[in-house]
Structures are given as C-alpha cells and as structure tokens.
C-alpha cells in the first residue's frame, strides 16, 4: 500500500530516521565499530572535535548527491534535491541521539554489553530502514547513490551496496592511518571493529524477520 497523505509518509519515514539514528548513536556507544556508511563521519569527528559526526554525516551526503548529478547529469530529477533536507534532518537526528546515549559508557560495562549494543543497533536500524521505504518521504543520498550506480550499470542493487560499503571503509581505514597511525580508530574510540561488519552483515538478515511484522502492522498486503 501508499500512503496517500504527505503527512503520513512523511511522518512515518522521519520515525524512520529518527530509528535509524538511535541505531548509529548505539553503534558509536557500543565501542565495537560502527555501520560502514557512519565510518567516514565519526572518524572525521574524532580527528575533528569540534565538527560533530552529524554535520560530517550530511557533508558527506551532499558528496553522494553532486556523485549522483554527476553520473546522472541531465537524467537527475528536480525531486532528487529532497535528498538534502533529509540529510540534515538525519544528520542532527544523529547527533541528538548520540546526544541521549552520552551517559552510556560502553567500554566500562564489558564486552559482552558492547555486543549487546552493537545488536540492539542492527534491530533498530532494521526497523528504521523499514519505516523509511514504506513512508515513502525521505531518501537518504547514501541509498540512492547505491540505487543509481544500480541501474546505471545493470549490477544487482545488493552487490552494489557491499561493494559501496567496503569503499567506505576503505577510506575509513586510510584516513585513521594517516590520522591516527592505525585502522580503528584514535585509540580510545573504536571506529571499525567487529561491530561494523555485524551490522553490515545482519541488518539484512534481521529484516528478513522485522519487515514481516512491520507489513503486518500496517496491514500491508
């Protein structure tokens, strides 16, 4: 089904943002590694202290949408743009729930807590990702850049993605090696670990179990 009020989509896709958000502030608590599509901002922020991860998360949205109008050029549609008022919104919303999550002092609570975390960012994050594609409203530029180099090409939407986000983390691992001397992080905060490949891997695998029951919620046919 659509929705057929701007209000409702646009209403159900933020909820969906503000999900997906609350999911990279846990990754970042966690201490384990984050999402790949996070890694480029938060190391930046760390080299970059006084530049939050959510303004380096909408700068680098902005990147993947002037890449779009450059693969696209005369095919890139007007409607496109709403890619930019959604990366600030999620942007801040990052920040707002890195924000919240402040009092949690990942590190100090175990590992196994960590892990828990990490987790508990795969099954938000899941559900996030859900609420924005039946809203419906926002896109972020990161998925559509994804979309693009997918139908441009002729690849497989999924084989485009893993390979968008070992770049990602590729440049994630030179700047922390040239910023910081090793591939992680700056030390005290970890950037890529475990953690990153847990939510690249098992988001998908969990929506296979979350969407269902999102579908059923909304009494999707």
């Known amino acids: 089904m659509r929705f057929k009020s701007a209000a409702a989509r646009y209403g159900i896709s933020t909820l969906g943002l503000v999900i997906v958000a609350l ?12 999402a790949p599509p996070s890694c480029p901002p938060t190391i930046m922020s760390l080299k970059w202290s006084a530049i939050s991860v959510g303004t380096f998360t909408w700068m680098l949205h902005i990147v993947f949408i002037l890449i779009q109008l450059a693969i696209l050029r ?20 990052c920040d707002g729930a890195i924000w919240l999550f402040n009092a949690i002092d990942a590190p100090a609570t175990g590992y196994a807590a960590q892990l828990g975390l990490s987790l508990l960012s795969v099954l938000l994050t899941a559900i996030g990702i859900k609420l924005e594609v ?11 850049l994804t979309a693009v180099i997918a139908d441009t090409s002729g690849a497989q939407f999924g084989n ?16 922390a090696m040239i910023a910081f001397g090793n591939p992680f992080g700056d030390g005290s905060t970890v950037v890529m670990r475990e953690g990153t490949a ?17 579908d059923r919620l909304f009494r999707r046919k």
């Open 74 to 93: 005369k095919d890139f549609k007007w409607e496109y743009l709403m890619q930019l008022p959604a990366a600030f919104v999620f942007g801040y919303l």
């Open 198 to 214: 847990i939510l690249a891997i098992f988001t998908g695998l969990c929506m296979k179990v979350t969407d269902p029951l999102i």
């Open 23 to 34: 999911g990279v502030a846990l990754s970042i608590k966690s201490n384990l590694g984050t």
């Open 160 to 175: 485009v993605k893993i390979i968008f986000d070992v770049v990602l983390v590729a440049i994630t691992v030179g700047f």
């Open 134 to 144: 039946i809203g419906d409203g926002w896109i972020l530029a990161g998925d559509k």
